[in-house]
């Protein structure tokens, strides 16, 4: 085990931090308040470099691993973005860009690698249905073939960035779940472009994160080449799979990133509020719990760590993967909220952003795979019977 930190990781880490200082909280303030994508950090965090990150040298990125994106997403968390961090990465730069690289064809790779690493091609990621969430192998969404072509019919739901997406990648049954021996049979994804006049999105009102939109997308008679097929018609699961364990490692970094802005936020706060003469950051009962949610959240950054090193060396990384989530969101989350109490009253005011982390943390919990989700995976690799 070597802790030794690289020069790679060191500037990963600085570059973050610079662009989050130049996006810190009073902006995310304002594109939340304005329910405004933030079109100037995106263009930065493509001059950074940060959108190809995992997408190979020869296709125009920097060809590193989820370490590194974990590094770059809890760093921008952690430094003033919160949620933002991860949430205009994770998705394009994270899940399209792996699922391509590991499952496209050569056309495909040229096709969208390269404007992935420039910021220029944006995704978004269609899994969930109205009646298939938890349980993804229960998607409805269908793609029957008509010659050289597929037709697509189907209603997702909660589809982040739906609404501004190039292209998504959509999760649809070429053989439905009652035809198929294991459900994981007969799946089949496809890079779609959204500019079809078959297509609409509607947005869903939301609790947080405002600077984007999550959507229901209504997929009727979309007609779309085979050549759009990513992976294998009838296996898709595979490729979905191996966009999942990024995505789950990224809210883990989101987790224990707005965890840490939300207490060393409070921290100085403790140190400059004075209640009865002295800084309440004096009183264990202000210090402690955010201590102790830190130091956890300390630990659940080291299994990350290792959830990522896995998924690098294509190794199996479900457990660590799930480790890392379902303990980076508890620690989390328990950090906002004991950084909120730290600030009495005014943790309740949107000028001092508390509120605001707290609204972005709790997606965690929910998305996007729930904590019970989580744990069950864990109970069941710890030899617990499968209760799902
Ligand atoms: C803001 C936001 C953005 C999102 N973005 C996307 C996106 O871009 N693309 C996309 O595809 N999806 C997206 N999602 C969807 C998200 O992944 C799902 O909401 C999530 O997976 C849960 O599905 P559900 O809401 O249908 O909950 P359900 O599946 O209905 O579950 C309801 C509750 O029951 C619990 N439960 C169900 N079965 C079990 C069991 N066996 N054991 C224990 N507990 C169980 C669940 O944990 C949960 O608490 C987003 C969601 C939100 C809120």
Same mark, same amino acid.
Request: hydrophobic fraction near 40%.
């Given at each position: ?101 590991? %499952? ?7 096709? @969208?690698?390269?404007? !992935? ?53 959509? +999760? ?7 035809? +198929? ?5 007969? !799946? ?42 990513? =992976? ?25 990133? !707005? =965890? ?50 896995? %998924? ?19 620690? =989390? ?14 943790? @309740?005011?949107?000028? @001092? ?21 989580? %744990? ?6 710890? =030899? ?5």
């Amino acid at each position: 085990m070597n802790f030794e930190e690289s020069q790679e990781r060191a500037m990963v880490r600085s570059t973050a931090a610079e662009v989050a200082a130049e996006y810190g909280p009073d902006y995310w303030h304002e594109k939340e308040e304005a329910n405004e994508f933030a079109e100037g950090f995106w263009d930065e965090l493509a001059a950074a470099g940060f959108h190809g990150l995992l997408v190979p040298a020869e296709h125009g990125g920097a060809g590193m691993g989820m370490g590194m994106m974990g590094l770059a997403m809890e760093t921008l968390c952690a430094e003033g973005c919160g949620m933002a961090g991860t949430w205009y990465l994770v998705v394009t730069g994270g899940m399209a860009a792996v699922g391509i690289e590991a %499952y496209g064809t050569p056309d495909q790779k040229d096709r @969208y690698l390269p404007d !992935i690493a420039d910021g220029d091609r944006h995704f978004s990621i269609g899994i969930t249905e109205p009646e298939a969430g938890t349980n993804t192998l229960n998607v409805a969404t269908r793609a029957e073939r008509d010659g050289d072509e597929y037709v697509l019919n189907g209603n997702k739901a909660w589809i982040t960035f739906s609404d501004r997406a190039d292209d998504m990648i959509l +999760v649809t049954r070429t053989t439905p779940r009652e035809q +198929v021996d294991r459900g994981t049979d007969g !799946i089949t994804l496809f890079i779609v472009d959204m500019d079809n006049p078959g297509i609409e999105v509607s947005p869903i009102p939301k609790h947080g994160i405002n600077y984007s939109r999550s959507c229901e997308v209504f997929i009727d008679d979309v007609r779309v080449p085979a050549a759009s097929i990513l =992976g294998e018609e009838g296996d898709g699961w595979w490729a979905l799979v191996e966009m999942l364990n990024p995505e789950r490692i990224g809210f883990a970094a989101a987790a224990t990133g !707005i =965890g840490k802005l939300a207490a060393h936020t409070a921290i100085e706060y403790a140190n400059e509020r004075e209640v009865f003469d002295a800084p309440i950051g004096t009183h264990q009962a202000v210090s402690f719990p955010i201590t102790k949610a830190y130091a956890r959240m300390e630990a659940a950054a080291l299994m990350r760590e290792k959830a990522a090193w896995l %998924y690098d060396r294509g190794e199996d990384c479900a457990y660590e993967t799930n480790v890392a989530k379902a303990t980076a969101v508890e620690a =989390g989350i328990e950090a906002v909220k004991q950084s909120m109490q730290a600030f009495g009253g005014w943790g @309740y005011a949107r000028e @001092y952003h508390l509120e605001r982390w707290w609204r972005e943390i709790n997606l965690t919990r929910l998305a996007p795979v729930t904590q019970q989700m989580a %744990y069950n995976h864990i109970a069941q690799q710890l =030899g617990f019977p499968r209760s799902y």
